[in-house]
């Protein structure tokens, strides 16, 4: 059973606004940190947001979003979301939802650290 499932992506024009949810399933939602990723097209992945502990743990931003999204958890429906307000072209790629059972701390935004990974939504942004 996949862990983390993703939902929400689609076409938007600059501007406007989506939010991905991300649902854990096939275990307790746990998880000491869960992530936003992304992978543009013809680029590495690379880190979009973060969130340490339940729902009212810290938050962590790549400089590119901050201001523009919202990472946010609700423990009671298993769900991680990310609003992404003012969306530009370049915010266009594969979001991927990630997670960890312990977290080790400064790691929140490695990639590498995280165990369980979605399968992705994709976002495109019109210009």
């Known amino acids: 059973q996949v862990p983390l499932v993703e939902s929400g992506g689609g ?3 600059a501007g406007d ?3 991905l949810s991300c649902i854990a399933s096939g275990r307790t939602f746990n998880y000491d940190i869960m992530g936003w990723f992304r992978q543009p097209p013809g680029k590495e992945r690379e880190f979009v947001a973060a969130r340490i502990g339940l729902s009212t743990g810290s938050t962590y931003y790549a400089d590119s979003v901050k201001g523009r999204f919202t990472i946010s958890r609700v423990s009671a429906k298993n769900t991680l979301y990310l609003q992404m307000n003012s969306l530009k072209p370049e915010d266009t790629a594969v ?10 701390s ?3 935004y490695l990639s590498d650290k995280y165990d369980y990974w979605g399968q ?3 976002v495109t942004v019109s210009s």
């Open 95 to 104: 979001y991927y939802c990630a997670a960890r059972g312990t977290y080790s």
């Open 17 to 19: 606004s989506l939010r």
């Open 120 to 122: 992705g939504t994709q």
């Open 11 to 13: 076409l938007v024009q």
């Open 106 to 108: 400064g790691t929140y």
